[in-house]
């Protein structure tokens, strides 16, 4: 859609929609066990936010791109061509008429060609993630000048291309590239003035939500349900970033003991009981908001958990990541529709090894504790009495 208003743009709509077109080169060398490289491009079209929304002045005016690359790898263990289309947002750290250094994040699909024989191990279309740091130099300081329509772009991206397996041992692509490019702004008016951001009020918030999905634990095996139920409160420490604490349950009914052949890592589990699929802890939940948007990390500790990776697995070997005895991450992404009804997505995983995925929805109460933060709220004075309020006996 915004390509297509962006296609069929007047002179009039233009000169109130400031936007750039990019182009990059990109190098990059393949990572998790690999000595390959790859080569290849990024086109892409930005959108500097200048104001309209009072987030955009929370993230120091910052930059959404949509983009489209293509890579060249030469490990034969590697597929050899993928092609991406992804959606990014730049967060400027450091934002100057000459210099901008920016956080770079980002997700989308890619199309991928395997050059292996075993192709089970690949899907076709994949997922991607993206994050890194990106450097905008202008070639002048002088807003409105030819040459400051010009922009050189230098960065270093991660990538991630998964095979959209809902599997711990399936295989994915890893690879850190560098990038060079440049940025063209063809319209330069208005000069950008908006109005001043509003403050975010620091409110207490509690928030529940419940999800559902399905994981795997070998390609092509059976999709086991899954699912996550999560209350916490949560305090704004500035416009752009909040912390919070939430009590997890989590089920996971892979663990019912019936696929100790295919899955040695969880073989001790000899039995199909409830307890085996359940576990619960307590997180540090770090998130960012923008606007509708809340995206964060959340960091755990299993309280209640009765699944334990044993120091070595039946066949003698030692079993890796054992930590996920304790410790547990999420990803969760929120997007609320109201101040109270969201929508959720939420990525488990033990430091880099993902368990399982789901979607669902949750309810919150946004202004929780307002009346501890204004503890005169339900105090009223009568409007035909207002010389009560008058402070006597300071006239002369």
């Known amino acids: 859609m915004m390509f297509l208003m962006m296609g069929t743009i007047s002179m009039k709509a233009q000169q109130n929609t400031i936007f750039r077109v990019k182009a990059e080169g990109l190098y990059g060398w393949l990572l998790d066990k690999s000595e390959g490289n790859a080569v290849g491009g990024e086109m892409a079209m930005e ?3 200048l104001g309209n929304h009072n987030w955009e002045y929370t993230y120091n005016f910052p930059t959404v791109g949509f983009g489209v690359g293509l890579l060249n790898m030469n490990d034969p263990d590697y597929m050899r061509n993928s092609i991406h289309a992804v959606t990014y947002f730049h967060y400027p750290v450091v934002h100057t008429n000459a210099f901008a250094l920016n956080i770079k994040w980002g ?3 890619a199309g991928q060609i395997p050059m292996i024989e075993e192709k089970h191990d690949y899907f076709p279309l994949t997922g991607v993630l993206i994050g890194g740091v990106n450097m905008d130099i202008a070639l002048s300081t002088k807003y409105g000048k030819p040459a400051a329509q010009w922009i050189i772009t230098l960065g270093g991206n991660c990538m991630v291309l998964h095979n959209c397996n809902v599997t711990r041992r399936t295989k994915n692509t890893l690879l850190a590239d560098v990038s060079l490019g440049a940025k063209y702004t063809p319209n330069v ?3 950008p003035m908006k109005h001043s951001a509003r403050p975010v009020k620091r409110i207490l918030a509690l928030e529940a939500y419940a999800t559902v999905g399905v994981n795997q634990l070998e390609v092509g095996d059976s999709y086991y349900p899954n ?16 912390v919070g604490l939430t009590a997890d349950g989590f089920f996971n009914s892979a663990y019912d003991g019936t696929q100790r052949a295919s899955n040695i890592r969880y073989n001790f589990i000899k039995e199909d009981r409830f307890g085996n699929k359940v576990r619960a802890g307590v997180s540090l ?7 509708r948007a809340r995206v ?9 958990n009765k699944i334990k990776v044993p120091e070595y697995n039946e066949l003698g070997e030692k079993n890796e990541n054992r930590i996920e005895n304790i410790l547990y991450t999420k990803l969760v992404t929120r997007f609320f529709f109201t101040p109270k009804f969201f929508t959720v997505v939420e990525v488990k995983s033990h430091l880099l090894k993902v368990e399982d995925a789901s979607l669902g929805f949750g309810w919150a109460m946004p202004d929780f504790g307002k009346h501890i933060k204004n503890p005169f709220a339900r105090i009223s004075f009568k409007k035909e009495d207002k010389e009560e309020l008058r402070i006597t006996g300071s006239e002369k």
Request: charged share 5%; glycine share 12%; aromatic share 12%.
């Open 227 to 242: 699912g996550t139920l999560s209350v916490g409160a949560f305090l704004p420490l500035s416009n752009a970033f909040r």
């Open 189 to 191: 008016w208005p000069l």
């Open 107 to 109: 997700s989308g699909l």
């Open 47 to 49: 959108l500097p936010l």
């Open 296 to 304: 964060g990390l959340h960091v755990g500790v299993y309280c209640f």
């Open 285 to 291: 939940a770090n998130e960012l908001t923008m606007d």
